[in-house]
Nanobody, 123 residues
Framework: QVQLVESGGGLVQPGGSLRLSCAAS????????IGWVRQAPGKEREGVSC????????YYANSVEGRFTISRDNATNTVYLQMNSLKPEDTAIYFC????????????????WGQGTQVTVSS
């Protein structure tokens, strides 16, 4: 059973930064694409970024392009999402998800999901 565990969320002021981590277990990163999906209250889940199974492709939603960076560490089987220049509209629960394919935008029908980590951007 694929397991994904997110960490790194929290409260940050507008303009600040956070780095989310997704620790994967019971599979290797080369088996699946890994995406970050967020869900704000009352809104549909939105894929914001994804890194392909090969690691050679990275994809971003328009809303985060230039501010967020996805990366992975094969040695520790961990995927990161560096979030800079955060805005109040980035407030959401952020999920790490895995699938053979990358999904950015909506829908984001990943096969496996973590439990999510809350990110709140507020002054």
């Amino acid at each position: 059973q694929v397991q994904l565990v997110e960490s790194g969320g929290g409260l940050v002021q507008p303009g600040g930064s956070l780095r989310l981590s997704c620790a994967a277990s019971r599979f290797t990163l080369g088996d699946y694409a890994i995406g970050w999906v967020r869900q704000a209250p009352g809104k549909e889940r939105e894929g914001v970024s994804c890194i392909s199974s090969s690691g050679g492709g990275t994809y971003y939603a328009n809303s985060v392009e230039g501010r967020f960076t996805i990366s992975r560490d094969n040695a520790t089987n961990t995927v990161y999402l560096q979030m800079n220049s955060l805005k109040p509209e980035d407030t959401a629960i952020y999920f790490c998800a895995a699938d053979p394919l990358c999904f950015v935008g909506t829908p984001a029908p990943y096969e496996y999901w973590g439990q999510g980590t809350q990110v709140t951007v507020s002054s």
